[in-house]
């Protein structure tokens, strides 16, 4: 079972909404990612926070936006989205620390659909 | 650069039988490198991790990878395939940005196994 929650499993909005996905863990990590998956393709990072500042943006539209509040939580706030931003979105943590073997642990993911 | 391929986008194996996925890296230095599974509409779960310790992997559900470092390679295997393995299976090369890590994702190797 994975130790990285993600709510709402399913989310749908229309592009004038505002809406945000959440992800908690508690497994002490202190970098969290957020990836982005579309059909049939393996995950885009989109961002990455470490020590609760972001460290990477993977050149991401201004509508996504994210926010990490405190070690353990992670927030994506989707305003103004089109429809081809409906894919999977995929939050992740691990170990922050000067070592490419960190392993990274997935979340079971939000499904997002822009109408 | 980091980038990993995986040389087949589709895999069939019947019940019982040898599973081999296969993924080539490139890597300047020695890589950290992931098999991660992903089941259908679930998120991403750690099959196993090479970082330069043993050269054979061991990993969950019978999976074990070999790093060889003069073909470049991290294949995938399982002495016997269950239903329960039909999946997608990505292999992952592991960079370091500052205290966070960054994931390459090879493209993908869906995994059937028929009766």
């Known amino acids: 079972d994975t130790e990285v929650t993600q709510t709402p499993k399913h989310l749908v909005m229309g592009m004038t909404n505002k809406k945000s996905l959440k992800c908690e863990q508690h497994m002490g990590h202190r970098a969290m990612y957020w990836y982005k998956q579309k059909a049939k393709k393996p995950p885009e990072l989109m961002f990455v926070y470490s020590y609760e500042k972001l460290s990477i943006n993977e050149s991401v539209p201004s509508r996504f936006s994210p926010e990490c509040p405190n070690s353990s939580l992670l927030n994506l706030h989707l305003h103004a989205l089109q429809p081809e931003d409906s894919a999977l979105y995929l939050c992740a943590s691990s170990q922050a620390a000067r070592s490419s073997g960190n392993t990274i642990y997935f979340g079971e993911g939000s499904w997002l659909t822009v109408v | 650069a980091q980038s990993v391929t995986q040389l087949d986008s589709h895999v069939s194996v019947s019940e019982g039988t040898p599973v081999l996925l296969r993924c080539n890296y490139s890597?300047?230095?020695?890589?950290?490198l992931f098999w991660y599974v992903q089941h259908p509409n679930k998120g991403l779960q750690l099959l196993l991790k090479?970082?330069?310790?043993?050269?054979l992997v061991k990993g969950i559900n019978g999976f074990e990878a070999e790093f060889k470092k003069s073909e470049t390679s991290f294949h995938l295997t399982k002495p016997s395939a269950h239903m329960s393995d039909a999946a997608e299976y990505f292999c992952?090369?592991?960079?370091?940005?500052?205290?966070?890590?960054?994931?390459?994702f090879g493209t993908g190797t869906r995994l059937q196994v028929t009766l």
């Open positions: 890597s300047s230095y020695s890589p950290s």
């Open positions: 090479y970082t330069s310790a043993a050269t």
């Open positions: 992952v090369v592991s960079d370091q940005t500052g205290t966070a890590s960054k994931l390459t």
